[in-house]
């Protein structure tokens, strides 16, 4: 992939600053990690719709299927000519899967993996950089001073222009960060609206409720804080995996309060599922991994709506949440 092509940045629709970065980008991510098993010309209409509907920011990992969805949207992207400095392209790195271990999954944050793992990501994604590269899942075995000496020569390389994690705690972050001398700037976390424990701890503080668990150590605070930019991912599942909650029969008041907004913005209830997750004035991302191109423009087109307080806290509270 070239530094010519395409600009699709004229498209762009509501954008979020990433952290304390120069970087403005689409507030709708697309995630890539279903696309490993889909046919080349069908990776390439979906990043095209992403593109069209406006989507400027690409997330992907090296663990997805062993880089081949990094492939297919590499590929994609060369095939639609697509201006390097027109779009963001993420990459996770430091999950070794159980397929590659031969027993168990294993999580190495050592500097050798990450450097390895993100010239394998380079050379899967046909680019010679990537705008952020975010440590995958907590390592506990992670030794800091590796982290920074491996961030160092991928900054000084070019090869890297920002830095971030995924799923770690405030605790974890914070600690990691007090040894690095580049700055984390986002935490890609799972969040919805039926998987929103670190909104639900901020709500039911000083409270015996079991939404009261304080399971994320005041992630949603401390992001706001450090100024980290929030990714959530998966903004329909209900649960770790469990599904999604739009259209699903377990979430009947969700549901028909998402199909009331949808109906007085013109919108849908995909897209008022995103709406409520940019409402928040977290400044959040949402990362979708919809490979459905109608479904995409739906999600892209959430960013459009504005919900207002009160609306923001009917979903919330259509979603099982009593308020105190």
Known sequence: MTGEGKNIKEDYMKTVSIGRTPVKSSAVAQGVMRMAEK??????????????????????????????????????????????????????????AAEETG????????????????????????????????????DTL??????????????TAGKVRHF??????????????????????????????AHSGMIDQNIYTNMEETRSIDRDSGLLEYSRLRSMTIQAWSPLQAGFFGGTFVDNPEFPELNAKLEELAGKYNSTKNGIAVAWLLRHPSQMQVIIGSMNTQRIAQFAAGADVQLSRQEWYELYAAAGNLLP
Not at 57 to 67: L, P, R, S
Not at 142 to 155: G, R, S
Not at 178 to 187: A, Q, T
């Open 103 to 138: 027993s168990v999954t294993v999580y190495d944050f050592s500097k050798k993996r990450i450097l390895d793992r993100v010239d394998y990501e380079l050379k899967n994604l046909q680019t010679d950089y990537v705008d952020f590269l975010l440590l995958h899942r907590p």
């Open 39 to 96: 046919s080349a010309a069908e990776a390439e209409k979906i990043t095209a719709a992403a593109l069209e509907a406006g989507i400027t920011f690409f997330d992907t990992a090296d663990v997805y299927t062993d880089g081949e969805s990094s492939r297919k949207l590499g590929a994609a992207l060369k095939s639609l000519n697509v201006d390097r400095s027109s779009i963001e392209l993420q990459t996770k790195v430091g999950i070794i």
């Open 142 to 155: 992670l030794e800091p001073e590796e982290i920074n000496e491996a961030f160092a020569e991928l900054k």
């Open 164 to 193: 971030g994690v995924s799923n770690m705690s405030a605790w974890q972050t914070e600690f990691l960060q007090s040894e690095l001398d580049e700055k984390l700037e986002v935490n890609q976390l799972q969040l919805s609206l």
